[in-house]
Structure formats: C-alpha cells, structure tokens
Nanobody, 120 residues
C-alpha cells in the first residue's frame, strides 16, 4: 500500500495548480482520502478530505480555493488549488483512512509529498 503525491511546482501568486495522488496496491474507492500540508517551521495542517460516500470536507479558510475530487477509473485523487498565495507554500501530502477525520494521526499510508512553492 503506497501513495504518491505529485504535481507540485513553482507558481506565481494568484496562480493555480492541480495535485495528484496515486495509489499502489489498493483502490481509493475503499477509503477516505485526505490532503494535508506542512510548511517550513509550521505544524502540519489538514486541507480537505473526500469520503467514500462522496461527501467532501474542507478546512474553513480553504473553502472556495481548493477542490478535492476523484477519478475512480484512474484510481487517482486530485486537489485543485487556485488563487495561491505565498503562505500556501508547503509540502503537500495525501493519505487514507476508513473515513474522514479531523485528526491527521488517523490517516495512514503517507507517501512522499510534493513541494508547492508560491513566489514571484
């Protein structure tokens, strides 16, 4: 069971990126999938979670800018990000759990994250 986040990069303030989360060894259809991030010198924080039943959850201050969605045919989960600002600079991770939770410690199979840098 392994996850791999990808799609990060350097983007200017106000720009957009879509991150991808790929799974090996299991189907995302069987799990809730969460996106998290950790900025340098800061604690990690949750961003969004997609439950197996289709329900989606977002951290309040990220609603409207970040969208989580799945492609079951490709066994991928995505995080579409817009209006990015320098404070969004972080390593972004995806992880799975049986259901969405407020607690990152409930999630597992953390893989390598992907770096997002927002800078002019």
């Amino acid at each position: 069971v392994q996850l791999q986040a990808s799609g990060g990069g350097l983007v200017q303030p106000g720009g957009s990126l879509t991150l991808s989360c790929a799974a090996s060894g299991f189907s995302f259809d069987d799990y809730a999938v969460g996106w998290f991030r950790q900025a340098p010198g800061k604690e990690g924080e949750g961003i969004s979670c997609s439950n197996r039943d289709g329900q989606k959850y977002y951290i309040e201050n990220m609603k409207g800018r970040f969208t989580i969605f799945r492609d079951s045919a490709k066994n991928m989960v995505y995080l579409q990000m817009s209006s990015l600002q320098p404070e969004d600079t972080a390593i972004y991770y995806c992880a799975i759990n049986n259901e969405c939770s407020h607690y990152s410690a409930d999630f597992g199979s953390w893989g390598q994250g992907t770096q997002v840098t927002v800078s002019s």
